[in-house]
Every structure is written in C-alpha cells, then in structure tokens.
C-alpha cells in the first residue's frame, strides 16, 4: 500500500513495522516540508500521520476485499519541529465495532517530544474495482 502512496513517498516516508491494528513510520524533515514560521507545515504533519492511520487501520494479511478508509480525524498540534528532525509515527488500534474503528496515532521528534496526536475514525468498505 505504501509503495503506491504518492504524498508519503514525497514526505519521504519509511516504513518500520506494518502488522494488524499497528505500524510504525518515519521520515525526516526537509525544507520543503516547512511553512513560512520555518517550522514542519501543518499539512505535512498531518499526511505524515495520515499516511500511518491508513497502514494501521488496513492488514497487510488482508484478502484485498474491503480497503478501510477515514470518515472523520481530529489532530492536536503540540511541538513545532525544525528541518533535519526525524519525526515517528506510530499508530493503534483503540476500538473496532463492525466496519467502524477508532485508531490512535502518536508522532513524535527523536527526543522524544510528542509532536502531535491524531485521532482517526474508520470505515470498512468494499475494494473499487479496476475500471473495464
């Protein structure tokens, strides 16, 4: 999945860990990532984070029968970050009920300094089938 991921292959992103319920991603941060305060855009946070909810809410075992798509996320900003910084996402399952769930995804800098929290909600839906 993220080998076809075109803004996760630009934010530069590196996959850790990849398993049901859980992953785990990096990057590191670039000028071009940063908004005019010099600091890591908004944006780029939050695809970066984006991109993790979307591998921990979707198996890698999966049949490739339904994909697991975002219907609603809630991101908390806390630390500004510099160019240079490698940033981890991590992400979790909190709770799941039919085709809904709920995932948490924690980035933070090497230091250990949270730089965000981001809260997805998921919807199971069928795969799109490939046009005729």
């Not at 029968?65 to 970050?81: E, R």
């Not at 730089?115 to 089938?129: D, K, L, W």
Request: glycine share 12%; proline share 3%.
């Amino acid at each position: 999945m993220l080998a076809g991921d075109r803004v996760a292959q630009w934010l530069g992103v590196t996959l850790e860990a990849a398993e049901k319920d859980h992953a785990r991603i990096r990057m590191t941060l670039t000028e071009d990532h940063h908004n005019g305060f010099g600091m890591a855009h908004g944006g780029a946070v939050f695809a970066f984070a984006d991109a993790c909810f979307a591998l921990t809410c979707n198996d890698p075992r999966g049949d490739g029968s339904t994909i697991t798509v975002a219907s609603g996320v809630d991101v908390n900003f806390l630390a500004g970050t510099r160019a240079g910084q490698t940033l981890t996402a991590e992400g979790r399952l909190v709770a799941k009920s039919g085709r809904s769930g709920v995932y948490d995804i924690t980035v933070t800098a090497e230091d250990g300094a949270v730089v965000a929290v981001f809260r997805g909600r998921s919807r199971t839906i069928p795969a799109p089938q490939p046009a005729a």
